[in-house]
Every structure is written in C-alpha cells, then in structure tokens.
C-alpha cells in the first residue's frame, strides 16, 4: 500500500513539474490541427476574417493578383490568429486570419495551471509571509522556446539611419587608435 501512495505522490509531482504542459500542448496542437482542416475544407466564415497589413520590402517583387493559401500563426496584441491566405502587393503583405480562440483559451488555462502548480496564485485570506525573501519561485523553469515561431517587426524605422549611426560608430573606433597604460600581466594567480 505504501508503494502505491509513492508511486501516485511521485506521478502527481511529475505531472505538476511538466506533465501539465505536455497535456496542453498536444491539445493546442489538436485545435490547430482541427482549425487547420476546416480551413483547408473551407469550411470557415468569410465574415470572420482579419486583414493584416505588414510592411514588406523586397525589390523585384511582382503584385499578386489573387489571395493564396497560407499556413502559419500570428500573435497580435495577445490574441492568437491562423493565416488562412496571403497576398503582396506593392510594398505590403496583406494577411487574413482567423483568430485562433481554441488554442488561446487551451494557453490561459495553461498559465492558470502553472501559477496553481507553482503557488503564484494570491489568496485574500490567506496571510502574507513577514519576510518578503522568505518565498522564492521559479517561474518558467522548462522554458518556452519554441523554434518553429517568428515575430514581424513592424517598427516604422528606417534601416538607412540604423546603418548609418552603425558606420558612424564602426568609423570612430577603427579610425581613433588606442594604446594601452601598460602590459598585461605574465601571469595571473587565481
């Protein structure tokens, strides 16, 4: 009997170390999935869809004349969309998305999760340590990168002045020279 209660302790620690993740993420993956097959079987409303315009600069770009389909995610603003289709024309990318409300209510009950699991979650009733060192968390101790995802920057600076201030300060270190006070050291003690 005593194995058995380990056994469900140690389970239960390891599914509130990380296990709560693997489960969210394979759901999430699923709505995508799901999402993406209704897309792909257009069977999706038109009126729910949501242009983007994104700045895209690329000389010798010719105009698309039509929208094509596209696969891909966008987070604007802290709501997740799915690009459903794409065009270019002139110096602009035009998106239409739907926004992705499964997966993101799927990425809240995540975060709830994890400030459960992690004790971050505040009681009104509860009193608060005297000693504010006392408590430490870890928050995010798996991490979250994820290698397939990318973000637009869709700053209105100009990448002209970003080189030039970068010359300008490659010319003044190159052209200044420095010498040193004195020789380094023939052996440093540690």
Known sequence: MKKIAALFIIILFLFNLFGY??????????ASEQLTSRIDNNLYNEAQLIEFKVPFYVPYLN????????????????VLYTCVKR??????????????????????????????????????????????????SFKNIQGEYDDYSFKIN???????????????????????????????PELVLS
């Open 154 to 184: 869709t700053n209105s600076i100009s990448k002209k002045i970003i080189e030039f201030k970068l010359i300008k300060c490659l010319g003044n270190l190159l052209s200044t020279p420095h010498s040193s006070p004195e020789q380094p």
């Open 21 to 30: 993740r693997i489960v969210v993420g394979y759901m999430q993956q699923r």
């Open 87 to 136: 065009k270019v024309i002139n110096d602009t990318l035009y998106l239409l998305c739907l926004p992705n409300t499964k997966k993101m209510h799927l990425e809240t009950v995540k975060n709830n999760l994890f400030q459960i699991s992690n004790g971050l979650v505040q009681n009104s009733n509860a009193r608060k340590p005297s000693n504010s060192q006392s408590s430490i």
């Open 63 to 78: 105009n698309w004349s039509n929208y094509q389909r596209y696969d891909g995610e966008v987070e604007v603003k802290g």
